[in-house]
């Protein structure tokens, strides 16, 4: 059993930044990835990033690539998400997911979630 839980959204101006963060607690696998998602308003789901429990391996959905930064300094560290330059059409839900394994398996349902925390992008 892990819990997850997400900080850091907020309400910013298109151009500023923000860095999201999740913290895990429980009994986490040997390996693992963690998996930001987000989802904004009458739209899916969406993928953004995952890392490995090293913070060693990461991956990035196009939408993000150059702006977004995932990042984990251990296994015992807190899972970071870096946006910048934030958009208004980052406006969303994000969150946090968990995947027992050593990789991300994206056909897979994810192990555990975190509630989520809301970015707003706004003039």
């Known amino acids: 059993q892990v819990t997850l839980v997400e900080s850091g959204g907020g309400l910013v101006q298109p151009g500023d930044s923000l860095q999201l963060s999740c913290a895990a607690s429980g009994r986490t696998d040997s390996r693992y990835v963690m998996v930001w998602f987000r989802q904004a308003p009458g739209e899916e789901r969406e993928f953004i990033a995952t890392?490995?429990?090293?913070?060693?391996?990461?991956n990035y959905a196009d939408s993000v690539k150059g702006r977004f930064t995932i990042f984990k300094d251990s296994a015992k560290s807190p899972t970071y998400l870096q946006m910048n330059d934030l958009k208004p059409e980052d406006t969303a839900v994000y969150y946090c997911?968990?995947?027992?394994?050593?990789?991300?398996?994206?056909?897979?349902?994810?192990?555990?979630w975190g509630k989520g925390t809301l970015v707003t992008v706004s003039s």
């Open positions: 890392i490995d429990w090293s913070g060693d391996r990461a």
């Open positions: 997911a968990y995947q027992g394994g050593p990789y991300y398996r994206e056909y897979n349902p994810v192990d555990y």
